[in-house]
């Protein structure tokens, strides 16, 4: 079965500089969120996209964004880095409204270090 | 904020021993999930509670909800290394509307061959 894909799956930047990071969702998933998990910590939301609507934020700093396109991939914009951004990001979809409750499935991840 | 508060952080096992972690909130919870994340790996899905004082069991899992759906826990039996990992339980958001979670902190499993 096709999974949720993330790219690059590890990334190197300096301070000041800015990242991308990419996420497939799987097919006719409508849903897709962002948690950026730091080392030994749980997975922390950052924001979500409902059918290419933001939906909801959580603790996204400022510097960065995102946004869903019409394919339903998402992109996370990362500005100005700071070592304190240096994490796994993950990328999560979901089927929002099936019966039971929304099930999350994560991709990947992207390891993020700032230098 | 809503907080989902778990514990133990770390369990380390003798294989063959079973192993418990817990999953508590001061609210009441629409349903709670559990997510395995190996090291190095991603967190995944194992299951989702919804009903108050449901039982649900995978082999050698059992999750419970309880009765008032405050809290949860994971139960596993005989633990052999294959289960070492990080257990999280995770809630939906209030006032979230398509669904982000709230994670616990984890329970960190250390199993000893």
């Known amino acids: 079965a096709a999974g949720v894909i993330q790219s690059p799956r590890h990334l190197i930047k300096e301070k000041r500089e800015t990242a991308t990071l990419k996420c497939y969702p799987i097919?006719?998933?409508?849903?897709v969120y962002w948690y950026q998990q730091g080392p030994g910590q749980d997975p922390q939301f950052l924001i979500s996209?409902?059918?290419?609507?933001?939906?909801d934020k959580g603790s996204i700093p400022d510097r960065f964004s995102a946004q869903q396109f019409s394919d339903y991939h998402s992109e996370l914009n990362m500005s100005s880095l700071e070592l304190g951004d240096s994490a796994l990001y993950f990328c999560?979809?979901?089927?929002?409204?099936?019966?039971?409750?929304?099930?999350?499935?994560f991709g990947p991840g992207t390891r993020l270090t700032v230098t | 904020g809503q907080q989902v508060m778990q514990i133990p952080q770390y369990q380390h096992v003798q294989e063959g021993e079973d192993f418990t972690t817990y999953c508590n909130s001061s609210?009441?919870?629409?349903?709670i999930q559990w997510y395995k994340q190996r090291p190095g790996g991603h967190p995944v899905f194992l299951i989702q509670?919804?009903?108050?004082?449901e039982v649900k069991k995978q082999k050698r899992l059992t999750f419970q909800f309880g009765e008032a759906k405050k809290n949860s826990s994971l139960h596993i039996t005989a633990t052999q290394t294959t289960d070492v990992g990080t257990y999280f339980c995770?809630?939906?958001?209030?006032?979230?509307?398509?669904?982000?979670?709230?994670f616990g902190k984890g329970t960190k499993l250390s199993v000893k061959p």
């Open positions: 999560a979809s979901s089927l929002v409204g099936v019966a039971g409750g929304v099930v999350q499935y």
């Open positions: 097919p006719r998933h409508d849903t």
């Open positions: 996209f409902y059918e290419k609507m933001q939906s």
């Open positions: 609210t009441t919870l629409s349903n």
């Open positions: 509670l919804v009903k108050s004082g």
């Open positions: 995770a809630a939906l958001s209030y006032g979230g509307s398509q669904g982000n979670l709230i």
